[in-house]
């Protein structure tokens, strides 16, 4: 079982690598030191993974609750290939997006300006909105 202590410790290595929690969460640490959940388990007979956002935007214990979340759900018999993310705010969406866009950029001082802009100007608008909610005018 992993604790903040643990995550914090982890150092970037040439290769992405994983780090197990247990019943099917993981962290992924990638060459540039992103730190990012995911969950792999099994449906039906196949194969589910889905990432649960990046840390310490996550902390330890949001990760282990939305990974709760997506077995219970499928205990429940929930199709959770039907619903591929559990994603619903604009914040959520952006931060995903933002941990999969910003991983390849060369230059640190650009993803740190992304991510700022989005915490300085958009997110307090439209974040706290769900994604169905935001209407044109208000991009």
Excluded: C
Aim: aromatic share 8%.
């Amino acid at each position: 079982m992993l604790s903040d202590l643990k995550i914090r410790a982890l150092k970037p290595k040439e290769k992405s690598y994983t780090v197990r929690d247990g019943r099917g969460l993981y962290l992924e640490v990638t060459p540039k030191g992103s730190k990012l959940w995911r969950i792999r388990i099994w449906q039906n007979g196949r194969e589910i993974k889905r990432s649960l956002g990046r840390y310490p935007d996550v902390s330890l214990r949001e990760a282990r609750l939305k990974r709760d979340e997506i077995l219970l759900a499928r205990d429940k018999g929930v199709n959770i290939l039907a619903s591929p993310n559990k994603l619903e705010t604009f914040q959520e969406i952006a931060l995903d997006w933002y941990s999969r866009k910003m991983e390849g950029v060369r230059s640190d001082n650009h993803a740190a300006r992304v991510l700022s802009r989005l915490q300085r100007y958009v997110f307090p608008a439209i974040g706290h909105k769900h994604i169905n909610e935001i209407r044109p005018p208000e991009i």
